[in-house]
């Protein structure tokens, strides 16, 4: 086969197999000089641009060599243009330089209909039209006619990716359909309220605040389930993290009183509530002895003494609770372990309805997902490129769009969902960049509807801010300040609504893949590129994210940069927490105090712009996990880590707002911001921008 042994750069994007909505390279094959080894062709190179990088690679598409420097990204055609090569600097004068051939540091330019008036201006690489022969990406083949707008907003969705990852096998999910996730979401709220009811029937106590979604969280970490969003296949089937905070709420939840007398009330109900419950289950009777002695005291430690202040009922109440403890635990480890293993249970009973109601939706779709060929991912480095589907997509009914003032509200049969206007003008964007399979946004609007609906089923009361804290995120300035002090583009925990970023790594593959995710951060494997981490606030989560960066700074010799953010705890501290400290591969590490910075607010999609910002109660840590090559790209300076914490100060984020009305900083050919009515983009001219069409060695995803 000509072209057999041919080098490919690195992050040549495609899947091997027929075109869809997989990454399929489009450039024909060439004859390189076949005298050379694909190493030898590589590093055909004079030793001094070796050193600093420098490449040599077979353009298929052209049929020329081409050079590809692999630390900076730069690609050139002719060697006279490198400095330091032989012959450098003696061009004609007439000779453009172009310092980007292959488009790699340029962003997709993506059809648009919209035209308003500019905002900001992107920057290019050259400003003069590329000379014939140049790699284009295929966005740019839509010529110069073709219109580029930004959506403002707390974002930047035009960041290009700077990882690099291996391709990878297309996904075998199903693709969400509205049917079923309306019973999805149904079946989430049943278990949320079979938990309540089993607390407080077995218990006597309500079900400790936003345990249910920290169970979620911790099931997750060690899910090997199919189901995106119901826990099914998980071991052990006993969550220590749920069962540790029920057991902390027996014999009754106690909270930190405001008055001395509300800590006396306190001290004598968690008595009786004590005396209670080890009269009614079975235990040791030595177990059963203590525990009455120890409330027989406090009672009479109450009635004789006047006067207490509120230090003395506390310290009364925690020596109360550290006697006897143990032996209600004994009491009640039976029970708890119960709900324990029924919820998981329940779990994996509503997943298995979940997935008959997706195969019977195939079988009317005549979709056989048992037939379907799936192309076996190449082992070559790729630029990260959004989840691909393996299966096709059935027909998709269609969902009523209407917009109220300052809200979008899509509606599927009897059932509404609202986003604001600006949000959802973020959604068009991100589908226009992520999604594959519809260029035509004929099912743009279905799965807006599904993607709000799954993201209510996961954090439960939404009314009630239920599971928002899982979903906070860093200020703008600061997110800034990494993208340009520290090279980061992508962030590890994010979500379409609330992503700066167009590349990021979310809970669900399947429906955030249409917005742009990269899949669930744990079955994600870069092997270069620059960081942000601010996972939800489960240790057992944290725990598993700080192994899986360790894993991969030990596996990578290309710049890997990890910027983790957590919760200054200290009483205790966290395993995650110290084994971040204890790194080998920590750089540095800073606080910002406590009540000193603001994060966003996890419902910033739905909620009033003047209530997005939410005061920090813990200090926030920083530490940069970096391996050599990261470290000497993106290390943390004394002045990088001075803008950062610059960015937390709070106010930035209004001054930023303000500069950005006064003295817009780019100005593109069109923008959109806060567009009252949706008009579906019209069809795409050309092939879709990102992976699945691309002829670039490295095509921006």
């Not at 590809?68 to 330091?84: C, H, M, Q, S, V």
């Not at 199903?174 to 049917?179: G, K, L, T």
């Not at 779990?347 to 997706?358: F, I, Q, W």
Request: charged letters at 25%; a neutral charge.
């Amino acid at each position: 086969m000509p072209g057999q042994g041919v080098p490919i750069a690195p992050g040549t994007p495609g899947t091997p197999g027929t075109p869809g909505p997989q990454p399929v390279p489009q450039t024909p094959s060439g004859a390189p000089p076949q005298q050379m080894s694909q190493q030898q062709f590589e590093v055909d190179l004079p030793p001094e641009l070796l050193q600093v990088g420098w490449r040599k690679y077979w353009s298929r598409r052209e049929n020329r060599p081409y050079f590809f420097n692999r630390a900076t990204g730069e690609t050139l055609w002719d060697l006279a243009e490198i400095p330091g090569a032989p012959g450098y600097g003696q061009q004609q004068p007439e000779v453009m330089r172009n310092s980007d051939p292959l488009g790699i540091n340029t962003s997709p330019q993506p059809p648009a209909q919209h035209s308003p008036q500019p905002q900001h201006q992107l920057p290019t690489p050259n400003c003069n039209p590329q000379p014939q022969g140049v790699k284009r990406r295929a966005s740019e083949e839509l010529g110069p006619g073709a219109k580029k707008f930004i959506v403002a907003g707390p974002w930047d969705l035009e960041v290009a990716t700077n990882v690099v990852m291996f391709e990878k096998t297309p996904s075998l999910l199903p693709h969400p359909h509205p049917e079923v996730e309306l019973l999805r979401f149904q079946m989430m709220m049943k278990l949320r309220q079979s938990y309540q009811e089993m607390c407080h029937s077995r218990e006597g106590i309500d079900a400790p605040k936003e345990s249910f979604n920290r169970w979620m969280l911790e099931r997750k970490t060690i899910d090997q389930g199919k189901d995106p969003l119901f826990p099914a296949y998980c071991f052990p089937e006993i969550s220590m993290a749920m069962y540790r905070e029920i057991m902390n709420d027996i014999p009754m939840k106690l909270v930190r009183p405001k008055y001395t007398g509300e800590a006396r009330k306190q001290l004598s109900k968690y008595c009786e509530a004590a005396r209670k419950m080890i009269e009614t289950r079975g235990t040791s009777s030595e177990g059963r002895k203590i525990v009455k002695w120890n409330v027989e005291d406090t009672l009479q430690w109450l009635r004789r003494t006047v006067g207490a202040s509120y230090e003395d009922f506390q310290e009364r109440l925690s020596h109360l609770k550290t006697q006897c403890q143990p032996h209600i635990t004994e009491a009640a480890k039976s029970s708890v372990e119960g709900i324990c293993r029924k919820m998981y249970n329940l779990s994996c009973d509503y997943a298995s309805k979940v997935a008959e109601r997706n195969q019977e939706i195939l079988k009317e779709a005549n979709i056989n997902e048992h037939s379907v060929k799936v192309a076996v991912a190449h082992q070559r480095k790729v630029w990260c490129y959004p989840i691909q589907f393996g299966l096709p997509c059935p027909r998709l009914p269609s969902v009523e769009f209407f917009q109220d003032k300052e809200t979008t509200v899509l509606k599927f049969k009897s059932d509404a969902v609202r986003i604001n206007n600006q949000f959802f003008n973020k959604l068009e964007q991100l589908y226009r960049y992520g999604c594959a399979d519809d260029r035509k946004f004929d099912f743009f609007l279905t799965r807006c509807y599904m993607l709000i609906k799954r993201y209510n089923a996961y954090f439960g009361n939404v009314s009630q801010f239920e599971g928002a804290q899982n979903q906070g995120a860093l200020p703008v300035p600061v997110l800034e300040c990494l993208n340009k002090q520290f090279g980061v583009t992508v962030e590890c925990f994010a979500s379409p609504f609330n992503c700066y970023f167009r590349q990021y790594c979310s809970a669900f593959p399947d429906i955030d893949s249409y917005f742009g995710s990269r899949g669930p951060l744990l079955d994600f494997k870069p092997h270069c590129g620059s960081f942000e981490a601010n996972p939800p606030f489960c240790e057992e989560l944290m725990d598993s994210v700080i192994g899986h960066f360790e894993r991969l700074l030990e596996e990578s010799t290309e710049p890997l940069s990890f910027i983790v953010f957590l919760p200054e705890w200290r009483d205790p501290a966290p395993p995650a927490l110290l084994k971040l400290e204890a790194s080998r591969w920590k750089r540095k590490q800073v606080v910002v105090p406590a009540l000193e910075h603001d994060y966003r607010h996890g419902f910033q999609h739905s909620l009033p712009k003047s209530e997005v910002s939410v005061k920090s109660v813990h200090g926030t840590m920083i530490v940069w996990l970096q391996n050599d090559a990261g470290y000497q790209r993106w290390g943390p300076t004394e002045d990088r880590v001075e803008a950062l914490l610059e960015g937390f100060r709070p106010g930035r984020e209004r001054e930023r707002d303000k500069a950005q009305l006064l003295s817009p900083t780019r100005q593109p050919e069109s923008k959109v911001e806060g567009s009252s009515s949706y008009h579906a983009p019209a069809p795409a001219q050309g092939p879709p921008p990102g992976p699945s069409n691309t002829g670039a060695p490295l095509g921006t995803a």
